[in-house]
């Protein structure tokens, strides 16, 4: 490895290597967003309750075991070989040719959807079930349980598990090189291919990778602190009917306005 190579490659193909890692970020931002919408739209149908009878049960039970089968299925597949089929097949079967960049975000998505599907599965299992029964309790439908009380908390909880999935996602759409996506790695296959100093040129693409990966994880660490909150509170209790204790609390409150 030579530093002035690695400094020349730099200088001369900069641009290149940052629209590669835009579209690579781009692609990962949209796929993570939607695949986490369509899996809690999954794990909402998942939970929702059986009716005893009737034609409602029927349906429910067909979309649950469509929606079991499309998770079994693209957690199971590799995504290089779904890219390669949804693309190529789309033309050779439909006689669509799609936009690469429509179907690499498509691909991403819905490859992602499977997996948070298990993931705000398990987050919605892990609230505790007291907690729906009491929403029941004052009249509540399984939407406005759902919106009002469930996935809040499922957010807070599964956060950890979709800023792990952006990350994967921002290294796995290296293999949308199969179908011409112009992203990080495509565009460092071709810059090697004009200069032929390969390991010099896949290790910038390798720190550049580490980058956004540190810099993703490290935002989304802030967001949890954030959500978290401050781990230790102060009370003040005060008696309306104590004027030393309306005093106290009034001179707290001063403190920290100065402060």
Excluded at 99 to 113: K, P, Q, R
């Amino acid at each position: 490895m030579s530093i002035d190579w690695i400094v020349k490659i730099i200088q001369q193909n900069w641009q290149m290597f940052l629209t590669g890692a835009w579209i690579t970020l781009y692609i990962s931002i949209i796929g993570t967003i939607i695949g986490t919408l369509i899996g809690m739209f999954i794990g909402f149908v998942k939970t929702i309750p059986l009716p005893e009878k009737g034609p409602k049960r029927i349906l429910l039970k067909i979309a649950v075991v469509i929606l079991n089968c499309y998770t079994e299925f693209f957690r199971g597949t590799p995504m290089i070989v779904q890219a390669m089929v949804i693309y190529y097949g789309t033309a050779l079967m439909f006689g669509i040719n799609l936009d690469v960049t429509f179907a690499a975000i498509f691909i991403v998505s819905i490859n992602t959807g499977a997996y948070m599907s298990e993931i705000v599965r398990g987050g919605i299992i892990s609230i505790d079930q007291g907690q729906f029964e009491a929403s029941q309790a004052i009249g509540m439908t399984h939407w406005q349980t759902m919106r009002y009380v469930v996935f809040p908390q499922v957010l807070r909880n599964i956060l950890p598990a979709v800023g792990n999935e952006f990350v994967i996602n921002i290294k796995d759409t290296s293999v949308l090189n199969v179908i011409s996506v112009s992203e990080l790695y495509f565009a460092t296959k071709t810059v090697a291919g004009q200069n032929f100093r390969y390991f010099d040129t896949f290790f910038v693409t390798l720190i550049l990778y580490f980058i956004m990966t540190f810099t993703v994880t490290r935002i989304l660490r802030y967001f949890e602190r954030k959500l978290d909150g401050p781990d230790n509170y102060e009370v003040i209790y005060s008696d309306p009917l104590n004027s030393n204790s309306m005093s106290a609390v009034e001179e707290k409150t001063r403190q920290k306005g100065n402060a």
